[in-house]
């Protein structure tokens, strides 16, 4: 069965850190680019980080530039977002996807989805 699995996530307060994990199973990762988005409830999904599939390189919105760090390990077929200085505004369900459209940053562009999970930043 072709899926991605995320763990990680839950409630934080403000200014600390979280860390998911995506493992896929069924296909592997190498040659996928990973995305990383979040949607907030009546708000449009949103990509947060992605990474190419040879990690070097990577693609950040301005609104987690510096504070989320997305890497991966194609051999544990694994990718990784560390998630720092968290605030209100990062809470949302967070997703992780694979596609092979080079660091695309919609939605669309993504084939495998995680089950996404719940991150809540309290002030």
């Known amino acids: 069965q072709v899926q991605l699995v995320q763990s990680g996530g839950g409630l934080v307060q403000v200014g600390g850190s979280l860390r998911f994990s995506c493992v896929a199973s069924g296909f592997n990762l190498d040659g996928y680019t990973i995305g990383w988005f979040r949607q907030a409830p009546g708000k449009k999904r949103e990509l947060v980080a992605c990474?190419?599939?040879?990690?070097?390189?990577?693609f950040y919105p301005v609104s987690t530039e510096g504070r989320f760090t997305i890497s991966r390990d194609n051999a544990k077929n694994v990718a990784y977002l560390q998630m720092n200085n968290l605030q209100p505004e990062d809470t949302a369900a967070y997703y992780c996807?694979?596609?092979?459209?080079?660091?695309?940053?919609?939605?669309?562009?993504?084939?495998?989805w995680g089950q996404g999970t719940q991150v809540t930043v309290s002030s």
């Open positions: 996807a694979a596609g092979r459209v080079y660091l695309a940053t919609i939605p669309g562009a993504y084939e495998y």
């Open positions: 990474i190419n599939s040879r990690a070097d390189s990577t």
